[in-house]
């Protein structure tokens, strides 16, 4: 557990860790407008990689990929850390989000190999938790280590982390044989064809609510549906397809993925807004907005850890996920219609509200998909569910930011004031409440399946 902790801990600090040595990073290369590469180089590329690095777990083993994958990020964090310029440090920060893919999904499925179902929320609410406080924490520590030192010991600290665990990664933990179909052809072309599919996803949520359904929007929408269109037919035809595409035909494993998407659309819309609007309502300091992020933090801790316990005590699973996307509707709904007559204490209690709602099934989501598919396929959905919530976290973004583009378009940006913020951000947490009341919806469908009390059959 030590060492799926620290793995895990890494390949999540380092999706936000940057966010706040960038600045310093921009000003030292002279590169304000390619910036933004070293921020989505990491997160796109971890994001197609999570469903590769499944597909690849499920033939030659998940101890051997995630060997493979922390050996890539150290190497990677070595190359951004001595990066001369934005190009090649961008070019690093691809690399190291696909070691990063590996270092967030291969924890799940080693977890799935040893421990029964029903018990095996309980073993990944620390997991989850993790990822959580880790997502918070990053921008705090980037921030700490650039100011104390340089923007380049935000990548030189992950060289004595990442050596421990690889460490560990050699030394306790054992890899398993190999499956027979190690030597089936690897789907390049359903990979770019992902790389295409998600690029347009994020492409399409920022263009429609920033232009409307302009000629832009109609020949983005029509593209990006072009595009998943040509993916899709893909893996269907293919004879060994990137995701697990019959495992994913059945509906609850479809709904699980469904709900993860929601999750991520509607957890990191939260977690990238939040800060924004609590500085443009209430007048706070960019610090103190930044700590508000920890009731969701506290949340969502709360959420996986005592949600899993709970699971296998009495076996019951359904309740979390209808009744968490219910309460964080209920909070999303609440900082939309009444959150700038809300004070601070309030507003934190609706966060932490929010936090637990979506912390109590986002580990659930991963064992009740894992414990339907056959056991040959639980690395691939283990890394198609990772897939699509963080597929989801980047349309949310884009999509929210769009929402609140839109809404402050009238405003002068020198006068911006609380009057022009709480009325842009309505329809940001409203979209966010919609999302997870058809979440109470997919939860409700999901077929009734008894966890089981041992491992995956074949």
Known sequence: MVCLVLTTALGALDQTIVATALPTIVEDFDAVDRSAWVLTAYLLAMSVAMPVVGSLGDRYGAVRLLRVSVVLFVAASTACAAAPNVELLAMSRALQGVGGAGMLVLPQVLVADVVPARDRAAVLGPLGAVFAVATVVGPLLGGWLTDTGSWRLVFWINLPVGGLALLLACTVLHAGP??????????????????VSTSALAWAAAVVPREGWGTSSVVAVLLTLAVVAVFVAHQLRSSAPLLPVQVLRTRGVFLSAFLAATVGFGM???????????????????????????????????????????????????????????????????????????????????LVAFGLGAGSFMALLVVLAQDAAPRRNVAGITGTIAYVREAGATVGTALLGGVLAA???????????????????????????????????AAALIPHRELGTSESAP
């Not at 499956?179 to 770019?192: C, E, I, N, P, Y």
């Not at 402050?408 to 409203?430: C, I, K, M, W």
């Not at 979209?431 to 109470?440: C, D, E, I, L, Q």
């Open 178 to 195: 190999r499956s027979d179909d190690r030597g089936a052809r690897f789907d390049v072309l359903g990979t770019s064809l992902l790389v």
């Open 268 to 350: 990191f819309g939260v977690i990238a807004y939040v800060p924004s609007w609590v500085q443009g309502v209430h007048g706070t300091s960019a610090t103190l907005s930044g700590l508000l992020l920890l009731p969701v933090t506290a949340g969502l801790v709360l959420g996986v850890n005592v949600s899993g316990r709970l699971v296998r005590r009495t076996g019951r699973w359904r309740r979390f996920p209808v009744g968490g996307c219910a309460l964080a509707a209920t909070a999303a709904a609440t900082l939309g219609l009444a959150g700038t007559h809300l004070g601070l204490p309030a507003t934190a209690g609706v």
């Open 407 to 441: 809404g402050l378009a009238h405003a002068t940006p020198d006068a911006l004031g609380a009057g022009d913020y709480g009325p842009a951000f309505v329809p940001v947490f409203l979209t966010v409440a919609v999302a997870f009341a058809v979440g109470v919806v």
